[in-house]
């Protein structure tokens, strides 16, 4: 497939190798895989020798902490490389095993290295510390030892810990069989486009349909996809209750009042920063009404409908947006960055780092993963907008930050905390905006970006939050021992709605179901950081914009700090204090300046 419409989806062979990822570079073929699939179980025993021996003496802790790293960043690599083959095409039997194999086998590892926190606790910390003190490389591991201690009481005996460890694949049941009814079984309708062609729905086609200027083509979108839904409705409930109900067991068994306390504390967040940021929201709904009435104005609607919140209020200036063409408004865009940045983006397209268009079977949406021991990766499901622009901003904002931080930092730290992790994405998504709205000088053009602008403030902000308070309302009602039925998650989703979009908005009831197709509830108390991280981003592009290299210089250390302190440590050497909500109500006010550029221009 090349750069061509096609209205049938295409599948995997139909797509040029050009535009698909090179997972060659992780494994050149599947019998490597198998090579280090057999390593990875005799380095599970390796480790487990340390076992009930960690207090001898530094060397011994030592030893036991490398062996760890080695054999956890090779179970990455084979878990990696398997999810991303059944991510090509979700129908793959092949790949389907693989990853699943995968799963199992890192469930195997978890548990074979469960044992290590809670030795590492129980050495008195005085001896813990003249360990440190005695061996140069066992201080690498500072920050490992401090954040252990600081968990000290959540975490269990030995024994408690293997078990938690193995019960893992488990826990991961309702996450997995939402997955693959969601990108495997899932088959929505055929609609008339504007043309009245007929034209396969599907989740990367669906926001494209509620762009449409055909109201009577956004209903249909609308009414199709959600119709799909609630025909598997009851048992969608039951896999997201159950979800719920798995997060509940592990808080409550590690000793947590709450899901969302032993969510937040795995970034060392207090539940005050989630509440302050839901109530810093919603005391500025009036913004968001605001805007609705200015978009219920344009498009001289008497009243608008769920499906009339995507279609752009200004006519979009260009109809397709060619990918070559879409990479070249982003290395633009990036260029406060600097020449080194810049450098490694350019990388990252011409070396195989992305997939690029939809494919029958393929998981929908984007996002950016790899290893510790290849490059980053980023899924796209490319269509042609401007949106999806601004999603290769985003993803290659995720795969530099990873770059930069495997290139900088050892193993342990390579994993930066979920609360950063949305910041670099937004940052090169804010930079992109700024350089699209300096160089144009066609007000048409300039209203419909100022448009885009608003609609990520709303989609990463205001309905971001609403999610996030949808998830702490459900969590709290099972924790209280009510029952999640679906018509309680029906009316809870809806009043939600009708509380963010207030009385500019006609609440339909099929956006009811609408929690019944949001991944992100499968990965509890995630989406609040997507407005955090929108609000860190405004803050650091508005520095990089106004300070240049100093304020680069900072952000690229952040970049390259990866896990080795707390987030909103790291946010506070970069120039952003998220313990406070004042970076929140920051970012809002520049929504509310943006709003009245573009009421001027309408």
């Known amino acids: 497939m090349s750069e061509t419409k096609n209205k049938a989806l295409p599948k995997r062979e139909e797509i040029e190798s050009k535009y698909k990822w090179r997972l060659e570079d992780i494994y050149s073929n599947d019998s490597l895989w198998e090579e280090d699939f057999k390593k990875v179980k005799s380095l599970s025993e390796e480790v ?62 978890y548990a074979s290295v469960s044992f290590i926190i ?50 893992s694949e488990i826990a991961h049941a309702p996450r997995d069989i939402f997955t693959m009814f969601n990108n495997a079984d899932i088959r929505f309708p055929f609609i008339k486009d504007e043309t009245g062609e007929e034209t396969e729905l599907t989740k990367g086609r669906y926001i494209k349909f509620l762009e ?37 067991f592990y808080a409550t068994v590690r000793n947590y009042k709450s899901s969302l306390e032993a969510s937040l504390d795995s970034d060392n967040i207090s539940t005050d920063v989630y509440d302050n940021l839901i109530d810093t929201v919603s005391r500025n709904l009036p913004l968001l009404h605001k805007y609705l009435k200015l978009r219920k104005r344009a498009l001289k609607m008497d009243q608008l409908h769920m499906y009339d919140l995507y279609v752009p209020i200004v006519e979009e200036p260009a109809k397709s947006i060619f990918y070559k063409d879409a990479l070249d408004m982003v290395v633009n865009g990036l260029k406060p960055l600097g020449d080194e940045y810049l450098g490694y983006l350019k990388q990252g397209f011409d070396s195989g780092w992305i997939d690029v268009f939809e494919n029958e079977g393929k998981t929908s949406g984007a996002y950016s993963w790899g290893a510790y021991k290849s490059h980053p990766y980023v899924l796209l499901n490319y269509q042609g907008t401007i949106n999806d622009v601004f999603t290769i901003a985003h993803e ?35 930079l992109l905006m700024r350089y699209l709205l300096g160089k144009t000088e066609n007000e048409k053009e300039k209203a419909y970006l100022l448009n885009h602008f608003l609609e990520e403030f709303r989609g990463t902000i205001f309905r971001q939050v609403m999610f996030a308070e949808f998830e702490k309302i459900i969590h709290s009602k099972t924790e209280q021992g009510e029952s999640l ?18 009385s500019e908005v006609f609440v339909d009831d099929d956006i009811s179901i609408e929690w019944a197709r949001i991944p992100h509830f499968y990965t509890s108390f995630y989406v609040y950081k997507y407005a955090t991280g929108f609000s860190a981003a405004t803050s650091l592009s508005q520095q990089i914009l106004k300070e240049g290299k100093p304020a680069v210089d900072r952000y690229i250390n952040f970049l390259s700090s990866g896990g080795s302190d707390y987030p909103l440590e790291l946010l506070k050497r970069a120039g952003v204090d998220l313990s406070t909500p004042k970076p929140v109500q920051d970012a809002l006010d520049v929504f509310a300046q943006t709003l009245e550029e573009l009421e001027k221009l309408i």
């Open 396 to 430: 290659m904002g995720h795969a530099l930050h990873s770059f930069y931080t495997n290139k900088t930092q050892p193993y342990i730290y390579s994993e930066y905390k979920i609360f950063v992790a949305e910041v670099a994405s937004t940052v090169n998504e804010s």
């Open 118 to 167: 809670p030795e590492i606790i129980s050495i008195p910390e005085d001896k813990l510390n003249s360990f440190i003190d005695s061996n140069a490389e066992l201080q690498v591991y500072k920050q490992f030892f401090s954040e252990a201690l600081r968990q000290k009481a959540h975490t269990l005996s030995e024994r408690e810990e293997e078990l938690l460890a193995f019960s």
């Open 212 to 248: 449409s200027k055909e109201r009577r083509v956004r209903e249909d979108a609308f009414k199709a996809l959600y119709g799909t839904y609630n025909k598997q409705i009851n048992t969608l409930a039951t896999t997201l209750t159950s979800n719920v109900k798995n997060n509940r």
């Open 48 to 109: 487990s020798q340390f076992k009930g021996k960690l207090g001898e003496n530094a060397e011994t802790l030592l030893g036991c902490l490398k062996a760890s790293d080695e054999l956890l960043s090779l179970n990455d690599k084979l878990f990696v490389y398997a999810r991303m083959r059944r991510d090509e095409n979700n129908a793959n039997h092949v790949y389907q095993s693989l990853a699943d194999r995968a799963s199992v086998l890192s469930t195997t590892v």
């Open 485 to 502: 039925t679906v018509q309680a998650l029906n009316e809870i989703y809806k009043g939600l709605n009708e509380k963010y979009y207030g």
